[in-house]
């Protein structure tokens, strides 16, 4: 079959425009192979894995030679129970957790993917963008093909169901080795878990033994809560079979000469407890912190981590200065997403909803504020302001990262390049817009030092502007509005 109909010729801009529409995901994926509680055990990875995603979860599991799905929107607590966890039976099992722009949070897109092949049921789950997905979906729908969600992720079932290859594993090597980008995924088959990692190894995923069963998860947080042993990571360009209880590793994919390993995941996405190619991230934020106070030094009384994400790197930061920590700025761990707003707006309401200054400790004191990350600058915008409104005498912002100058095309949300105030904004200028008396980021060079110690290369496009795959030319969110699902209808 081949030749686009010819209502659908599609000019190269639109292609690239398309291809362009990259599909902000950011996910976990967790799997298990050869446990009795498959999916109670999956329900508690993706528990650990929240943070990777809290627009949607869901599990399937295999049992009898069919797959039991069950996906929903919100919490991972949200969406399961026990009553609806017995229902997944089975010893193997796969499970995922999303997190996507506003426009594209609906329940079609929530993962992990489900179809029938004429090998049998899969499922797969997929962390990670792939750069190439728009053009093949053109591709594919040129020639019949239908998808029903909007996320890259379904590019990769189609390309399996279409493959001619023999076995299902190979059918998902065929499917691979067409698409560009990140992806660290799981498959559930009729029987087994397949996992692979793209070969540049962007996202992490990791390889764990519970009980004699197999254990998957994008991080090591997660083999820790279940219990688990870490066995080791997968590695870039691997793709792990495990089926009746034993592992086969293959390495069908040529190998970039390095690796290009998100390093946003060391300093925000990944949680400190987790190791990332075996190194902890705790340590390496803490050590971006020291660095961060060696660069940019200030004359102050307290260094206060802005939201927990700047907790290791504001503790490194008081290390290395002297200077002492204090956690002036407390947090509501209970702000759920719809609270309610007062129809007479309160000033900085929004954000004291989620947390609060100690004016005790911040009045009449010079404060450092450490943070991971600017990408609008909203969030250091308000901050700075309720540290003024507590009487802080001087605030000074120390920022553990490069100036975030690219969006991310391979796995992590960031909004357009325009929207990124590095991008359109010089740091003096950034300072003035953010209130603050002082503005410092770390360099790209301390960061790519500091990184050298990861023993494994990095990708830094969003601070460095070099991709290490290349994309389209623009961004923007999704153009596409199939259908939108309004009921679960599971109950
Ligand atoms: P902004 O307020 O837009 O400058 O965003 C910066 C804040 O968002 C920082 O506190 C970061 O820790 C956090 N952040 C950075 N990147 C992301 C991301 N991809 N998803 C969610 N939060 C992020």
């Known amino acids: 079959m081949s030749g686009v109909p010819g209502s659908a010729p599609s000019p190269d801009e639109v292609l690239r425009e398309r291809e362009a529409d990259h599909f902000h995901d950011e996910c976990g994926v967790f799997a298990v192979h050869g446990h009795p509680e498959a999916a109670h055990i999956t329900y508690l990875g993706l528990y650990a894995l929240q943070h990777r995603g809290q627009e949607s979860a869901g599990i399937v599991s295999a049992h ?19 009553a609806r966890l017995a229902r997944l039976r089975g010893r193997h099992a796969v499970g995922h957790v999303r997190y996507s722009t506003a426009g594209e949070s609906e329940l079609r897109n929530a993962q992990p993917f489900c179809a029938t092949t004429d090998s049998g049921p899969v499922a797969l789950a997929h962390n990670g963008n792939l750069v190439n997905a728009a053009r093949i979906r053109h591709e594919l729908e040129g020639r019949g093909a239908i998808f029903s969600s909007t996320s890259d992720s379904e590019v990769i079932v189609h390309l399996l169901a279409r493959s001619r290859e023999a076995t299902l594993e190979e059918r998902l090597v ?7 980008g990140a992806y660290s995924l799981v498959m ?26 197999f254990v998957v998860a994008s991080e090591t947080c997660a083999l820790d809560l279940i219990g688990a042993e870490f066995e080791r990571d997968l590695e870039p360009g691997e793709m792990v079979v495990l089926r009746r209880g034993r592992l086969r590793s293959l390495r069908p994919f040529p190998r970039p000469s390095r690796q290009s390993f998100c390093v946003f995941e060391h300093i925000y996405f990944a949680r400190p407890d987790s190791k990332l190619e075996r190194q902890s991230v705790y340590e390496f ?21 802005v939201l927990d994400s700047g907790t290791c790197a504001a503790l490194g930061y008081a290390e290395e200065s002297g200077i002492p920590y204090e956690t002036a700025l407390i947090r509501n761990h209970y702000v759920r997403r719809t609270f309610i707003e007062p129809a007479q707006s309160i000033r900085l309401f929004g954000v004291k909803v989620k947390h609060n200054t100690v004016d005790a400790i911040v009045r009449g004191r010079r404060v ?14 308000k901050i700075v302001s309720m540290f003024r409104s507590a009487g802080a005498r001087e605030v000074h912002v120390r920022v553990s990262s490069p ?21 359109v904004r010089s740091v003096g200028e950034i300072r003035e817009a953010i209130g603050a008396d002082s503005l410092g980021y770390l360099s790209l060079e301390a960061l790519r030092e500091t990184a050298a110690s990861l023993k494994h290369g990095i990708c830094d496009a969003c601070f460095s502007d070099e991709y290490p795959v290349p994309v389209g030319e623009d961004e923007g969110p999704p153009q596409l509005s199939l259908f939108r699902i309004v009921e679960q209808g599971d109950e």
């Open 64 to 82: 009898a030679g069919e797959h039991l799905v069950m996906r929903g929107m919100g919490l991972v607590a949200d969406v399961f129970n026990e």
């Open 174 to 180: 065929d499917a691979l080795s067409r698409v560009r």
């Open 188 to 213: 559930l088959t009729r029987d087994g878990v397949v996992a692979a990692r793209d070969p540049h190894g962007f996202r992490p995923l990791s390889l764990g033994r519970l009980d004699g069963a």
């Open 285 to 305: 934020r803490k050590q971006l912190g020291r660095v961060l106070a060696r660069e940019h030094p200030v004359e102050a009384d307290l260094v206060v981590p």
């Open 368 to 381: 450092v504020l450490v943070e991971d990350s600017i990408v609008r600058g909203t969030t250091l915008l």
């Open 403 to 423: 100036p975030t100058i690219g969006p991310c095309h391979y796995g992590i949300d960031t909004p357009t390049r325009e929207e990124l105030i590095a991008h």
